[in-house]
């Protein structure tokens, strides 16, 4: 599961969580302690026949559920079932069906089998059931929003904007929702699956297509086989109206399907997919474990993306065009993510939801893996950067552990922890063993668990076979321990001795151990140290020098996952940016230069940055930079227009001329003109408002020539203030998800803030159907991120009340309107969901 975080304006209102209460078992020791499920029942196959009742949004489901006893005989089957209706139980023997008891309640299927089977006697269960999602009581969470399993799109066809799907989603514990089964990670079977659709539709599912069969009434039967054991939460049907775009690993078809209108586009979407199939397969010395790989994408999925055995579904933001792609393909990452799930979480899988390291921290770390074999290891630096904040920001992180036993409930582990953290954890493991003990590491593991699941101590217990270290030490304070170290550090020199000391100190309550690289800057040159920090307050080092350092540059490796504490000079920083070769230390001197934009330094190493052979680095000093600032115009604007022009990143040519557009020059008006007719969706955005900022009358002319519907937050934001005051009708609906957090906007940036409430007003007195749906489905999502948090709720809630108060202002005025009748019942059921 790659999840994907709402807009980013929302974090100021998720970083208080409220508290839970649940009642689980307990260890004897802890209040909480999430054990793993009980194996009392062996899957062995799972055989479904199903069909689709489009108008009741229901699934019609014949199951053949074959088992065995664990390891002590057994006289009862019990399954997960969530909100069915079951019609027949019978034990199925070689097609001889004879009736079976049973009773069915809170969700739990309790069959009394025919006689007490012994361990590895097999038997086989049918199951006839009416499969009914809308009737699922279970809620979503921050990662995966809803829990329905089975999912209807559009299924009556009513909205003429969106094609009419079904897909399923069972992590953590769904796909019980579509059929029966026992819903536990650690569980596995074989699978076949039967599946009648309209034959103007294609199917997906895990395995292999066997056959396809049409039917009388215009339907077809596709019979999909998966021949190796996997876990139920990763069986996967999806149904629509695809383009398949073929592709091929060696001999393994790779598919992917896409919504027609994508498909010129595909393979610059997912293109890459059999090169990263041959990169792992390689690395891991384990050759891709299945015999297909398919992509599907989803309209309304509930997350980012998910690793369905052979079968991955990917949210439709994953459908980007030549102006998009041009820019950078953004789901890249996702495609790595899920799959190298394909080795660690499918092939071995958590054993519970505790473990879920075991799947998300690698999948998150295997994006750094790919990026720098890919792209190289700057590239790779910028993401692993980016993924460590994202863990920084929420403080509640801070206290849980990678491995959790005291969740409150098993999708709270979908979090910066387990993705973020864990992704960060194994950047530092790998380091320490060493490239080559890393990857042998992994190949024992995946060889010595496979078709099987895993634990931390097994991974553990895998590299110390390789290595011959004892690591307990690090996967007690970094897999089954919190937080992280917080550095200080002071120096001192001793001109007699020539001799430094560096007193590094650890500010957090529990002290780690861990290794530091520290550079010693001296006549401009840095000379590495690489030193062991000690579980102690103060470690104490002392160097040979022939004078006092320039600079002390810790974490200079920028391995580490650590806050440091630091002091220094825009002299040092631009002494840092010069010296530097790894990207963390050049992007940090970056941010020094940004605390004193004015100081000569500053300028200096903005200017340096502009020519860093990072494309990010030149971003973000583009970024800082103000060429309104005599300063900063004269160290840098040259090669700003430069940028402008032709830097090789359309992003840095973006950022170049926002940058530009601060001069307020009339003289670059020709320059946006000229570059709002590339076909870079980012370039076209920032010279539309460098247009608009010199000449506003251009506005109707050129916004709406913008295609902003899966543009970036950074281009909306770019262009929000020209779309709400010229109130460009066409580009309602890309702003809506925008506008939708007004009252946190205004937290950040009280200016864009106002805008976007005026975003919103004018979108609820408007009769706009899919700008209200944007709204409201965003809002919906991000109730389960904001947690426990009241004030938020309130906030929004009062929010969409004034809302629905607008929209029936509105409707007053055209009572007949059926469009506007469905934006009131879109408010009315995001109030509701707020109110609960």
Not at 106 to 121: A, F, R, S, V
Not at 519 to 546: H, L, Q, T, Y
Request: glycine share 4%.
């Amino acid at each position: 599961m790659k999840k994907i975080f709402l807009n980013t304006f929302l974090f100021s209102a998720i970083l208080c969580s409220g508290t839970f209460s649940a009642q689980t078992e307990t260890s004897g020791r802890e209040p909480v302690y999430r054990a793993t499920h009980t194996q009392t029942t062996e899957l062995k196959h799972t055989k479904l026949k199903v069909k689709f009742d489009y108008e009741k949004e229901q699934m019609i489901g014949e199951a053949w559920i074959s088992a065995t006893p664990y390891f002590y005989p057994s006289d009862s089957l019990v399954l997960n079932a969530k909100a069915m209706l079951i019609h027949e139980v019978a034990v199925d023997k070689n097609g001889s069906r004879s009736p079976l008891k049973y009773s069915y309640q809170n969700d739990i299927l309790h069959i009394n089998l025919d006689k007490t089977y012994q361990k590895n006697q097999e038997y086989t269960v049918f199951i006839k059931y009416t499969a009914r999602p809308n009737e699922v009581k279970q809620k979503g969470s921050a990662a995966i929003t809803d829990a329905k399993g089975l999912y209807f799109i559009n299924a009556q066809g009513k909205d003429p904007d969106k094609p009419t799907q079904i897909w399923t989603q069972g992590e953590t514990e769904s796909s019980s929702v579509w059929f029966p089964t026992i819903d536990k990670p650690n569980m596995k079977t074989t699978q076949e699956i039967y599946m009648t659709v309209p034959d103007k539709y294609v199917t997906l599912s895990n395995g292999y297509l066997k056959s396809s069969v049409k039917e009388s009434g215009g339907l077809r039967t596709d019979y999909w086989v998966m021949d190796k054991k996997h876990a139920p939460y990763l069986f996967f049907m999806g149904v629509g109206d695809y383009a398949i775009v073929k592709d091929k690993w060696r001999n393994i078809p790779v598919d992917y399907y896409v919504e027609k209108e994508y498909e010129p586009f595909a393979r610059q979407i997912f293109g890459n997919t059999p090169e990263m199939m041959e990169f792992f397969s390689k690395k891991l010395k384990y050759d891709y474990p299945w015999n297909k790989y398919a992509q599907i994408t989803a309209r309304d999925y509930v997350s980012g993306a998910m690793e369905n055995t052979t079968a991955v579904l990917h949210s439709d933001a994953a459908q980007q065009k030549p102006e998009d792609l041009i820019d950078e393909n953004r789901w890249e990452d996702v495609i790595t993510h899920e799959l190298f799930h394909h080795w660690f979480g499918d092939l071995v899988t958590t054993e519970s939801w505790s473990q879920l390291s075991m799947n998300e921290s690698f999948a998150n770390y295997s994006e750094y893996l790919w990026n720098e074999h890919k792209y190289g290891r700057d590239f790779a630096d910028y993401g692993l950067m980016i993924a460590i904040q994202g863990y920084l920001m929420d403080p509640a992180n801070i206290s849980k552990d990678l491995i959790r036993f005291n969740y409150h409930a098993r999708e709270d582990m979908f979090d910066a922890v387990s993705y973020n953290k864990g992704g960060a954890i194994l950047h530092m493991l790998r380091h320490y063993v060493g490239d080559e003990a890393f990857w042998e590491g992994m190949n024992h593991y995946l060889k010595t668990n496979e078709y099987g699941t895993g634990e931390a101590h097994q991974f553990r217990l895998s590299l110390e076979k390789i290595t011959g270290k004892d690591l307990n030490w690090f996967f007690n304070q970094w897999f089954f321990g919190s937080g992280h170290p917080k550095l200080s550090f002071t120096s001192s020199f001793d001109p007699v001795k020539k001799e430094l000391t560096v007193s590094v100190n650890q500010t957090q309550s529990e002290y780690f151990q861990f290794p530091l690289a520290i550079d010693i800057f001296e006549n401009g040159k840095a000379v590495r140290k690489n030193v062991w920090i000690n579980a102690r307050s103060k470690n104490d080092f002392r160097f040979p020098v022939s004078k006092n350092a320039d600079l002390i540059n810790l974490n200079a490796d920028g391995i580490l996952l650590a806050e440091i504490s630091e002091n220094k000079t825009p002299e040092q920083y631009l002494l840092q940016y010069n010296g530097s070769e790894n990207f963390l230390s050049r992007y940090r001197a970056l941010e020094g230069a940004e605390k004193t934009p004015d100081h000569d330094a500053a300028a200096k190493t903005l200017a340096a940055a502009l020519k860093d052979k990072n494309f990010r680095i030149r971003m973000k000093a583009l970024n800082v930079l103000d060429l309104s600032k005599a300063s900063h115009a004269k160290a840098t604007l040259s090669e700003v227009e430069k940028l402008a022009e032709s830097d090789p990143k359309t992003l840095v040519q973006s950022a170049a001329i926002a940058a530009l557009r601060k001069t307020g020059n009339q003289k670059y008006l020709a320059l946006y003109e000229k570059k709002f007719n590339t076909p870079s969706s980012a370039v076209k955005a920032t010279s539309l408002a460098g247009i608009i900022s010199l000449d506003p009358a251009k506005i109707k002319d050129f916004a709406a020539q913008v295609d902003l519907e899966k543009a970036s937050e950074e281009v909306i934001a770019t262009l929000l203030p020209a779309i709400v005051q010229n109130k460009i009708e066409k580009q309602m609906h890309a702003i809506g998800s925008t506008v939708a957090f007004y009252p946190f906007i205004k937290f950040q940036d009280p200016q864009l803030g106002a805008t976007a409430e005026e975003g919103f007003h004018w979108i609820m007195d408007s009769d706009n159907t899919k700008a209200t749906e944007s709204v409201t489905k965003i809002l919906i999502q991000a109730k389960r991120q904001l947690g426990e948090n009241p004030q938020a709720r309130m906030m929004i809630l009062n929010m969409l009340k004034d809302g629905l108060s607008r929209k029936m202002q509105t409707l007053k005025s055209n009572p007949g309107s059926t469009s506007l009748h469905q934006q009131v019942e879109l408010i009315n059921k995001a109030i509701a969901a707020y109110q609960q």
